[in-house]
């Protein structure tokens, strides 16, 4: 939003540094704060479960953006208590090319409201997504160089589905899609069993998920922590991964340290 939007919006952010924002919980000095604002850009396929009660406990009258319209979403099935549900896979932004998607969506809606301003948003948007296309690039080099076998990579919870099917890579996570559920002993033990089977080289931690569950699998397998993802939230300013692109740059620099052979 802030690189599309440039000096002519002021952004805030709801879930900040290393949030979770499948459970969060709004303060309610977040409901002044979109109270006083003119558009709302949210991700959609059901990843902020809270936000409809936050638009409407703020009487929110703005423009709802929903940034990630026009993608092709990805539907799972995960198993609650013995039921087998069809669900959603909400993160869509691990997806570079989707990523895009979501620059248009914002550059579109920002001249939408702000006619005056449609060369800047839209000279600043295809900066962006130039720099979106370099980063695409080196992910891409980065996975090219690691041995097909060795594309397998464990993580907390299921953020990388849509990184894995654009990049070629295989993501297994024992905690489902969202952080809301936990993991069953048997999904753990599933998981271990192919960790062992397959020979998977690394589990991953996540900045927004407990590592307890991940430690113990690393102790069981013998696979090790292959460093810290950055899945559904930025990391500080001064941190690793404090904007979409930095992102990128520290899980595939993660991915392929743990996974050169
Ligand atoms: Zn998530």
């Known amino acids: ?3 599309v939007g ?12 290393n949030g979770d924002a499948h459970v969060y919980e709004p303060t309610p000095g977040d409901t002044k704060t979109l109270a006083a604002s003119a558009i709302l850009v949210v991700n959609g396929l059901g ?3 809270w936000m409809s009660r936050l638009e409407k406990s703020s009487g929110f009258k703005g423009t709802v953006v ?4 026009g993608i092709q979403s990805r539907q799972m099935e995960e198993e609650e208590h013995g039921k087998t ?3 959603t896979d909400p993160h869509a932004w691990q997806s570079l090319a989707n990523g895009r998607i979501y620059v248009q969506n914002i550059r579109d809606a920002l001249i939408a409201a702000d006619p005056a301003g449609k060369d800047a948003y839209a000279a600043n948007a295809s900066k962006y997504l130039a720099q979106i296309d370099d980063v695409e690039k080196l992910v891409k080099d980065q996975i090219a160089k690691l041995a097909p076998e060795r594309r397998k990579i464990i993580t907390t919870h299921d953020a990388f589905g849509y990184f894995g099917a654009t990049y070629g890579m295989e993501f297994i996570a024992p905690q489902g899609v969202s952080t809301e559920s936990e993991a069953s002993a048997r999904d753990v033990a599933k998981i271990i069993r192919q960790i062992k089977a397959e020979k998977i080289p690394a589990v991953f931690l996540e900045n927004v998920t407990d590592h307890r569950l991940l430690d113990q699998i690393a102790r069981e397998t ?7 993802l950055y899945s559904d939230a930025l990391s ?13 740059r520290n899980n595939i620099r993660a991915f ?3 996974l050169s052979s």
């Open 1 to 3: 939003m802030k690189q």
């Open 85 to 87: 549900r069809k669900i």
């Open 47 to 49: 990843l902020e479960g």
């Open 222 to 228: 013998g696979a090790k922590i292959g460093g810290t």
């Open 6 to 17: 440039g000096d002519r919006v002021a952004v805030r952010t709801f879930v900040g540094p």
């Open 66 to 69: 929903t940034a990630s319209n």
């Open 256 to 258: 392929s340290a743990a």
């Open 236 to 248: 500080e300013p001064n941190g690793p991964a404090a904007t979409y692109l930095d992102m990128f």
